[in-house]
């Protein structure tokens, strides 16, 4: 009950850096300068996996397959091994000799699918430089990682057993930070502003911790009045 209380606690701490990193992605937006011919290709893949979303039965099993295979991979970083891996269009499971917070709520926070586009770009790469058809590539990139973010709300808003083992007070302030991670970064290096974006997101989460000091003091010191 108190390793509880204390990740709840955890959770609300975390609750500031969720709102950094946000702002912090709005400042990089501003001061990017994409090109426009690859940032619509992004663009586009994002928006034509959303038109599919809504249109055609959601690929649930092609989810759950990355989804599994996302806990094996963090498993192994890690020095797990892994045992029965089973996959079904109602749900799956795997068995991990061990576990931690990474592993558990890896499937919602890494991309599975968008990593794995870029490791075949990159391997692609090395034997046919420059890369070949990077609009295409993008396009990829851009509806994989919208697959992500679709599915991970749809999980997130049923009972998940990997957010039950954390509580949701701490599990979802860690995975929108850990996601908003991970796109800042690949937007300042695609943008080439990874300096700027490293110091966005210092600044902002400076910023705001900043703040929560001095009205819990104001607040305190009315209290004490």
Request: glycine share 4%; charged share 10%.
């Amino acid at each position: 009950m108190l390793i509880k209380f204390l990740r709840a606690l955890l959770g609300l701490a975390l609750l500031p850096t969720c709102y950094a990193l946000a702002r912090s992605f709005c400042l990089v937006l501003l001061n990017s300068n994409a090109p426009l011919v690859e940032g619509s290709c992004l663009l586009a893949g994002i928006v034509v996996f959303i038109i599919c979303w809504f249109i055609f039965p959601h690929p649930v099993k092609a989810y759950v397959f990355g989804h599994e295979l996302t806990h094996v991979i963090w498993g192994l970083l890690f020095f797990a091994k892994p045992s029965k891996f089973k996959v079904g269009s109602k749900g799956g499971s795997v068995n991990l000799t061990k576990t931690n917070v990474l592993i558990t709520l890896a499937p919602y926070f890494f991309p599975f699918y968008t990593f794995l586009i870029i490791a075949i770009a990159l391997i692609v790469e090395l034997f046919v430089e420059p890369l070949p058809f990077i609009p295409i590539w993008l396009f990829m990139i851009g509806a994989t990682w919208a697959f992500h973010i679709f599915f991970t709300f749809e999980t997130l808003s049923q009972s998940q057993p990997d957010i039950i083992v954390y509580g949701k007070m701490f599990s979802w302030p860690f995975i929108f930070i850990v996601n908003a991670i991970f796109v800042l970064l690949w937007v300042g290096v695609v943008t080439s502003t990874l300096s700027f974006t490293i110091s966005s997101i210092c600044s902002c989460t400076f910023d705001a911790y900043r703040w929560v000091y001095y009205k819990s003091i104001e607040i305190i010191s009315l209290f004490m009045q």
